[in-house]
């Protein structure tokens, strides 16, 4: 991170004036190495400076605040003021809440994020649906989870690995342990390799 925050700097150095896409990249990557301190300090930087707040710099924000429990309430108000401040949230913004969510068990928060996500015509992607099977399975609402992934193979989303071992965890967890093996089959026919996790 600190190359990259070095590299930004000689922009400056060299009379080239670093482009919104160049900070968002900057900030991306100071959260991406959990520098997150560092990330909100570059960003209130970047607030100062002049620049407006965009859907990808809160996106990248809110998702070093889904990383930890005690933190995740911030990010879901940043979501809440982002039309406030000209931004529509995206497909991201919502996987990335609803991710979060799941991962610290406020499964119901969750699902409402997920219906309003879909009612504002945000498309799901394979990794918002793993997240909800994900929470679902560790919240012990197995079934709900096997038609999380009905549901988005009838939507032409095609499950991956991590969506497959999660509900075959869930299912085994539930006493289910023939239709884990189904599962597995069916994995299998679709071509999706299984990984350490599946076994």
Known sequence: PFDSLRVFHKMKDFDCDPSQK????VLAILVEENQLKMAFKFYKNMREIGLPPTVASLNVLIKALCRNDGTVDA??????EMPKRGCDPDSYTYGTLISGLCRFGRIDEAKKLFKEMV???????VVTYTSMIHGLCGSKNVEEAVR?????KSKGIEPNVFTYSSLMDGLCKDGRPLQAMEL????MTRGC???MVTY
């Not at 009612?119 to 992607?125: N, S």
């Not at 999380?148 to 988005?152: A, C």
Request: proline share 7%; aromatic share 14%.
């Open 193 to 195: 390799r299984p990984n």
């Open 148 to 152: 999380f992934l009905e549901e988005m």
């Open 75 to 80: 990010g879901l108000k940043i979501f809440l």
């Open 22 to 25: 160049s900070y968002v990249t």
């Open 119 to 125: 009612e504002k015509d945000c498309a799901p992607t």
């Open 184 to 187: 597995f089959e069916m994995m």
